[in-house]
Nanobody
Framework: VQLQASGGGLVQPGGSLRLSCAAS????????MGWYRQAPGKVRELVAT???????NYADSVKGRFAISRDNAKNTLYLQMSRLKPEDTAVYYC?????????WGKGTQVTVSS
């Protein structure tokens, strides 16, 4: 399975972006999907997850501002980001897991700056 993240870019503080992660095949079996990010000089961190039967979960730093969703019909995972802050600047990666399957997208750069 190949995952392609897109939708990143340069946005001013307070702005919004929607990231998409398109899969090369059906994502229906992936009971765990998530978004991670890595800022320069920092370790990769969890941003949000969507888990079948359990719902969504968010890092404290993005709660109330970001929303993760998935559309199985379109084989796509989304991350709606609002009220962006400079500290949200990072490369964002999507992840899909099912038992011993673990797939990562190549990442999309998000830069929040005035």
């Amino acid at each position: 399975v190949q995952l392609q993240a897109s939708g990143g870019g340069l946005v001013q503080p307070g702005g919004s972006l929607r990231l998409s992660c398109a899969a090369s095949e059906s994502i229906a079996r992936f009971n765990y999907m998530g978004w991670y990010r890595q800022a320069p000089g920092k370790v990769r961190e969890l941003v949000a997850t969507i888990i079948s039967g359990l719902g969504t979960n968010y890092a404290d730093s993005v709660k109330g501002r970001f929303a993760i969703s998935r559309d199985n019909a379109k084989n796509t995972l989304y991350l709606q980001m609002s009220r962006l802050k400079p500290e949200d600047t990072a490369v964002y990666y999507c992840n899909a897991q099912y038992y011993n399957e673990d797939y990562w997208g190549k990442g999309t750069q998000v830069t929040v700056s005035s």
